[in-house]
């Protein structure tokens, strides 16, 4: 059963900095392709980033420059820095095992909370 945990999230600042975390299992983690997706008080699910399985990336424009994603094979594990948040950044951001298509219907965890105000 593939299994997909988010953490880390909490409240900050604008102009702070989060990392969050997904642990997964249930699946070969270091073949897949994974997502971050967030969604937004009202608003529809939002894809975010994507790390390969030889770790080329790609940002939505909203985040390009100031959120990075990474993975550790060893630890199962899919990682999403965020600095320099900013307000409109407030969402439920989720891991999902998908790549630039199929993420809204994609396994997910339950998603962390990030909450950017001062």
């Known amino acids: 059963e593939v299994q997909l945990v988010e953490s880390g999230g909490g409240l900050v600042q604008p102009g702070g900095s989060l990392r969050l975390s997904c642990a997964t299992s249930g699946f070969v983690f270091s073949v897949n392709t994974l997502s971050w997706v967030r969604q937004a008080p009202g608003k529809a699910l939002e894809w975010v980033a994507y790390?390969?399985?030889?770790?080329?990336?790609i940002y939505a424009d909203s985040v390009k420059g100031r959120f990075t994603v990474s993975r550790d094979n060893a630890k199962n594990t899919l990682y999403l820095q965020l600095n320099s948040l900013k307000t409109e950044d407030t969402a439920m951001y989720y891991c999902?095992?998908?790549?630039?298509?199929?993420?809204?219907?994609?396994?997910r965890g339950q998603g962390t909370q990030v909450t950017v105000s001062s």
């Open positions: 790390i390969d399985d030889i770790g080329t990336t």
């Open positions: 999902t095992l998908a790549g630039l298509q199929g993420w809204s219907t994609a396994p």
